[in-house]
């Protein structure tokens, strides 16, 4: 039997648990940090996912058979790199290969070197170059700080005032530390996320998923990191998908080895379906957070085979997935995703039929109280995405908070789209 040690604490790396759980071959899970929902499917260990050494030690001391690694904060700073090069087990792209997401720059040059679809685009570090250029251009605009900024480090004014405004964010005022922006053509269309496990030139994919951005209902209020998801998607085609898979995921893949950083992970495409054929909004060199919560319940092959036959470059069977409907809501604190209160006490969760992944909540006197912005998720699956988002409402009713709210029409294209069907 096997021991896997998960890195990372959210919503994602709950589900990367969860779906390692019902593995018949894993025995003993750890999660480092984890958090008070993962605690019930894993053991917590005290260690943040940048402290490689003490990673690295305990999973020598544990003999962990596997490391999975959720957050790109880890992936960035070498984590997958330290613990091959020490000969441990690893799922996860190394540092250089990261670029594909810790730099938008390294991403955009990369599409436009191999002929990868996406939108036309400017690299700048000085603010007055930067606002000189989105004058002559035409809003909406799309800002794009290159790096990491934890989901939020994309911006699309829709006046010069709020380009300014972003700018001076982005280049003076280092709101997400110190360098440059990526300034991008805007496009339209239906946005998915297509998510493929990728061991070298070998791509196999994932259910598609689309997420819900921003914070109200009726795609209202500020762009978050996501207020809910729902897979598979009724709008986006067979022909879609496998145009997507060829020229997109495959030909990423190939140009990663082409530049000397192949690529052993999940690599995360968020995609556009626009007038002009799809092209490449951003990549994630990891699972996207919330689709990780809709895509993995769906999953019907064991996922340990998978990662480690992406960990070590094997060939592997064809990975089986439900027919279901998958949607999923986020609960979040009260003024998420700007300033918000924590510490609030969550009640009824053994009431919600479903599956509670727990984002970011803490154990107080034997409760669990809210500890982050995004603070619960909770997927459903059913035979019809209308039963699916109503049956996802109904149990997110169940759930007693004082400072949490939600969307109530998270998935309303499939809905609208199934209903149109009929």
Same mark, same amino acid.
């Given at each position: ?18 779906? !390692?759980?019902?593995s018949? /071959?894993v025995?003993?899970i ?8 993962i ?25 962990i058979d ?16 330290a613990?091959r090069a020490?000969?441990?087990k690893i ?11 810790s730099?938008k ?8 070197k ?15 170059a930067? !606002? ?10 799309v ?18 005032? @709020?380009a ?12 997400f ?7 991008e ?9 297509f ?8 791509v ?15 795609d209202?209020g ?5 207020m ?6 009724p ?5 879609d ?5 060829d020229?997109?995921?495959?030909a ?14 999940v690599?995360?495409g ?10 490449v ?31 070590d470059?094997?060939e592997?069977? @064809?990975i089986k997935w ?15 995703? @700007? ?11 053994? /009431? ?24 619960l998720?909770?997927?459903?699956m059913?035979?019809?995405?209308? @039963?699916?988002?109503?049956?996802a ?7 007693q908070?004082?400072n ?8 309303w294209?499939?809905?609208k ?6």
């Amino acid at each position: 039997m096997k021991k896997v040690l998960v890195i990372g604490g959210g919503g994602r790396e709950h589900a990367i648990v969860h779906a !390692l759980s019902r593995s018949p /071959q894993v025995n003993k899970i750890y999660a480092a940090p984890g958090n008070a929902g993962i605690a019930q499917l894993a053991e917590c260990v005290a260690l943040k996912e940048i402290q490689i050494d003490e990673l690295m030690a305990f999973a020598r001391e544990n003999a962990i058979d596997l490391t999975v690694v959720g957050p790109e904060a880890a992936l960035a700073v070498g984590v997958v790199d330290a613990f091959r090069a020490a000969g441990l087990k690893i799922f996860g792209p190394t540092k250089a290969a990261t670029q594909i997401e810790s730099s938008k720059e390294f991403a955009k040059d990369l599409m436009k070197k191999y002929s990868i679809p996406t939108a036309a685009y400017e690299v700048f570090d000085n603010y007055e170059a930067a !606002l000189e250029y989105v004058k002559k251009g035409t809003f909406p605009t799309v800002l794009k700080y290159d790096g990491l900024a934890a989901g939020k480090g994309v911006v699309i004014p829709e006046t010069l005032e @709020e380009a300014d405004e972003a700018l001076r964010d982005m280049l003076l005022n280092d709101k997400f530390g110190h360098g440059r922006v990526v300034i991008e053509e805007f496009m339209t269309g239906p946005e998915f996320s297509f998510m493929c496990f990728v061991s070298d030139e070998k791509v196999y994919p994932m259910e598609v998923a689309q997420d819900h951005k921003r914070a109200f209902d009726g795609d209202k209020g500020p762009n978050t990191g996501g207020m809910g998801a729902y897979s598979p998607l009724p709008f986006i085609t067979t022909e879609d998908i496998d145009w997507a898979y060829d020229h997109i995921m495959c030909a990423t893949a190939n140009a990663l080895i082409a530049e000397g950083c192949s690529f052993r992970g999940v690599l995360y495409g968020g995609l556009m379906k626009t007038p002009n054929g799809i092209k490449v909004i951003e990549f994630n060199a990891r699972f996207g957070d919330p689709e990780t919560e809709v895509v993995l319940p769906r999953l019907e092959s064991d996922i340990y085979d998978i990662f480690c036959a992406v960990a070590d470059g094997e060939e592997m069977d @064809e990975i089986k997935w439900n027919d279901k409907a998958s949607i999923g809501i986020v609960l979040a604190s009260k003024g998420y995703p @700007e300033a918000y209160d924590k510490g609030f006490v969550i009640e009824e969760l053994d /009431q919600v039929e479903g599956i509670v992944y727990h984002m970011g909540t803490a154990l107080k006197d034997g409760k669990y109280v809210t500890n982050g912005g995004r603070v619960l998720f909770v997927t459903v699956m059913a035979d019809t995405f209308a @039963e699916a988002q109503a049956k996802a409402n109904a149990e997110v009713a169940k759930i007693q908070c004082d400072n949490l709210f939600h969307r109530s029409d998270i998935g309303w294209q499939a809905v609208k789209y199934n209903f149109c069907d009929k």
